[in-house]
């Protein structure tokens, strides 16, 4: 499933993450990648420990926790490996696949994400493109906004060709590993939230809600 959160980060919030960011140092993307995206991976990430970096982490995990629909539709057990990128005129990050277990913890990654920092009227290029069996997609969201999809599909980040993008990235152990019962989990719980908008506590919302219940606790790890 792939979708788009509105508003994860407020214009206050946005402000105040890119004027710290500003002053920040950042280093060379390779750093954090995989040995067979090094090859293709050109963007730069503030360096990691730094009490900037678990400060700016930590306020933005927070944030997304707080968030309904992520966590109606990702059930996150774990978010972590958050990263905060820079692409600069010519940089992009080639087609890849994430590394299925991350970090020293080998944390899985079931569900990624890219939160966007600036406006896509301050650079050109730099889409996010994700990739199906038969198509691809390019996301250029609003600052603030969130694209969320599968980490196990390919993606690549287009060439910018002016001024700078600005991203936060992260993912996603899910308490639900499977992605089509994620799915299932998501549309009954949007249902039953929709039946319960409308008619109140009935019959048909406890059964439903009790499917919920039970699925979840049969799937979860």
């Known amino acids: 499933m792939i979708f ?20 920040a140092e950042f280093v060379e993307g390779k750093l954090t990648a995989g040995w067979h995206a090094k090859l293709v991976k050109n963007n730069q990430q503030l360096k990691s420990g730094t009490g900037l970096l678990k400060e700016l982490t930590s306020e933005v995990e927070r944030v997304i926790k707080q968030n309904p629909l992520f966590q109606t539709a990702v059930r996150p057990r774990f978010i972590h490996s958050i990263l905060f990128s820079r692409y600069e005129e010519g940089m992009s990050y080639g087609t890849h ?3 299925a277990l991350m970090g020293n913890s080998f944390l899985r ?3 990624s994400f890219t939160l966007f920092l600036n406006s896509p009227d301050e650079y050109e290029g730099g889409e996010l493109v994700i990739e199906s069996a038969d198509d691809e997609k390019a996301y250029k969201l609003e600052a603030g906004r969130m694209i969320v999809y599968p980490s196990s599909t390919l993606h690549r980040v287009n060439t910018v060709t002016k001024g700078t993008r600005m991203v936060v990235v992260g993912w996603v152990q899910s308490l639900v590993r499977d992605a089509s019962q994620r799915e299932i989990l998501f549309d009954l719980d949007t249902a039953r939230r929709s039946m319960f908008a409308r008619e109140g506590k009935t019959p048909e919302f406890d059964l439903i809600s009790k499917s919920v219940a039970n699925l979840l606790r049969k799937w979860a790890e």
Do not use: F
């Not at 788009?4 to 002053?23: A, C, F, G, M, W």
């Open 4 to 23: 788009s959160i509105p508003d994860v980060l407020t214009k206050e919030q946005l402000n105040s993450i890119k004027t710290r960011l500003e002053k």
């Open 97 to 99: 696949t994430d590394n």
């Open 109 to 111: 990654s079931d569900v």
